[in-house]
Antibody, heavy 119, light 104 residues
Framework: EVQLVESGGGLVQPGGSLRLSCGVS????????MSWVRQAPGKGLEWVSA???????YYADSVKGRFTISRDYSKNTLYLQMNSLRPEDTAVYYC?????????????WGRGTLVTVSS | DIQMTQSPSSLSASVGDKVTITCQAS??????LNWYQQKPGKAPKLLIY???TLETGVPSRFSGSGSGTDFTLTISSLQPEDFATYYC??????FGQGTRLEIK
C-alpha cells in the first residue's frame, strides 16, 4: 500500500529540538520529490521544506537555518530535524509526496504529527 | 517571495449553488497553481493541478481556470460533501490563506 506515516511529534520547550520521521511505503523516498507542510491549530496550511529527487533542498524563510530536511534510502524514510524551536512552530506537520509534473502538486499526504512548543 | 491571496475568506452557500473562489498571485506564476480541499481533522486532498487539470477521481463539478496572476476554482453544483476549506498553492510552495465554505 502506498502511504506516508509521520512520527516523532510531541511537547518540547522553546529552544529545544525534535526530529520528525516519515515512513514511506509503496514507493522509494529518494526517487521522489518530498515535502513537509504544517498547520498551526485553527490556521491555514504553510509550506515548510522540500527535497527533490536530485537532492536539492528548499526551506521557507520562517524555518531557514533552524530546520533540516533529509532522507534515508535504506530506511525509506523522510526526516525533518527541527532546532531552536519557537512557540510559533506549534502545528500539525504533514509529510507529503509531490507529483513530478509542472506545478508539483501534493498527490499523497500523511495523517500528520502534532508538535507543541511550550514551556 | 510570491504571496497568494484568496477571496473570500469564508462563504455561505446552499446545496445546488454554483460557487467561485479566487486566488491571486503577487507575480506571474504561469499555470503553476494547485487547489486542495481540506475537511476538519483530515489531511488536504488534491483537486486540481496546473490551474485547470482535474485530479483523477475528483468529480467533474469542480473546475479550475486562470493563468498568470489570477485563478478561480468553481464548484458547479454544491453537494453536501463539498462543505470544507479550500486552499490554492503556487507551485510546491506558498499556500493561500484558505476559503471556508459553509452551509447556508
Amino acid at each position: 500500500e502506498v502511504q506516508l506515516v509521520e512520527s516523532g511529534g510531541g511537547l518540547v520547550q522553546p529552544g529545544g529540538s525534535l526530529r520528525l520521521s516519515c515512513g514511506v511505503s509503496g514507493f522509494t523516498v529518494t526517487s521522489n520529490y518530498m515535502s513537509w507542510v504544517r498547520q498551526a491549530p485553527g490556521k491555514g496550511l504553510e509550506w515548510v521544506s522540500a527535497i527533490y529527487s536530485g537532492g536539492g533542498t528548499y526551506y521557507a524563510d520562517s524555518v531557514k537555518g533552524r530546520f533540516t530536511i533529509s532522507r534515508d534510502y535504506s530506511k525509506n524514510t523522510l526526516y525533518l530535524q527541527m532546532n531552536s524551536l519557537r512557540p510559533e512552530d506549534t502545528a500539525v506537520y504533514y509529510c507529503a509526496r509531490l507529483f513530478e509534473y509542472n506545478s508539483l502538486p501534493v498527490d499523497l499526504w500523511g495523517r500528520g504529527t502534532l508538535v507543541t512548543v511550550s514551556s | 517571495d510570491i504571496q497568494m491571496t484568496q477571496s473570500p475568506s469564508s462563504l455561505s452557500a446552499s446545496v445546488g449553488d454554483k460557487v467561485t473562489i479566487t486566488c491571486q498571485a503577487s507575480q506571474d506564476i504561469r499555470n503553476f497553481l494547485n487547489w486542495y480541499q481540506q475537511k476538519p481533522g483530515k489531511a488536504p486532498k488534491l483537486l486540481i493541478y496546473d490551474a485547470s487539470t482535474l485530479e483523477t477521481g475528483v468529480p467533474s463539478r469542480f473546475s479550475g481556470s486562470g493563468s498568470g496572476t489570477d485563478f478561480t476554482l468553481t464548484i458547479s453544483s454544491l453537494q453536501p460533501e463539498d462543505f470544507a476549506t479550500y486552499y490554492c498553492q503556487q507551485y510546491d510552495k506558498t499556500f493561500g490563506q484558505g476559503t471556508r465554505l459553509e452551509i447556508k
